[in-house]
């Protein structure tokens, strides 16, 4: 069975540009979570998936974050504009609805210059 | 707001040596934990994790934990460590009431482990 899988793995853009990251969760499971993790810092929750619709996005940062999950299948997480802050991992988790571990991809990790 | 404690940032150990990290949460109500590993290169995976039941929790590659709920602790332990333990490790809690899935993590900000051959 297939991991959870992120691309791109490394990502370095600069400031005022867009950067998308995708996941794609393991098939079958509906719940699709996105985390982050700025430097020296813990890893945050952003938001989390039920199948297409957003089950919870209290730890989206700002509206310059678009997560997306057409289909119920894998997600997109769109930063525009990019901002310096935004610098870190992202790490992009999944689980079956009844489930309770997610199962975690090796994360994104994008630099902001 | 709920948050997790993680005591040590960085641990340095000879191969042998025994383990324990400490992790502490705050929050009052009923709470799944579990403990990360992430290795070099590596994704996030999970070592062990407790949901209810016997306390002491044994987990992947002979690690266990212990809950302790007065104490609102969940410390991971390993009696003797290899230098493949190298790693950083990550205690995190979920509110059991956040519907029927695992729901939202809150992590600690990790401990790295450095194991000396």
């Known amino acids: 069975e297939a991991g959870v899988t992120q691309f791109p793995s490394h990502s370095v853009i600069e400031k005022g540009q867009t950067v998308t990251l995708r996941c794609d969760p393991i098939s079958g499971h509906d719940n699709l979570y996105w985390y982050r993790r700025v430097m020296g810092k813990e890893i945050k929750f952003l938001l989390h998936f039920v199948k297409e619709s957003k089950q919870d996005e209290s730890g989206m940062p700002n509206n310059r974050f678009l997560a997306e999950r057409t289909g119920g299948t894998y997600s997109t997480l769109k930063v525009q504009p990019a901002e310096l802050e935004d610098s870190g991992v992202y790490f992009c988790a999944s689980s079956r609805i009844t489930g309770r571990e997610a199962f975690f991809g090796q994360g994104t990790r994008l630099t902001v210059v | 707001a709920q948050s997790v404690s993680q005591h040590n940032h960085h641990v340095i150990l000879s191969e042998a040596a025994s383990l324990e990290l400490g992790c502490n949460y705050s929050?009052?109500?009923?709470?799944?934990l579990f403990w990360y590993v992430q290795y070099p290169g590596q994704h996030l995976q999970l070592l062990l994790k407790y949901f209810s039941g016997d306390p002491l929790v044994k987990g992947i590659k002979g690690f266990e934990a212990e809950f302790i709920k007065s104490k609102f602790s969940f410390n991971l332990r390993k009696p003797s460590v290899q230098w493949s333990d190298t790693a950083e490790y990550f205690c995190a809690v979920n509110n059991r009431d956040y519907g029927g899935s695992q729901g939202n993590l809150i992590f600690g900000k990790g401990t790295k482990l450095s194991v000396k051959p």
């Open positions: 929050y009052g109500g009923t709470v799944n």
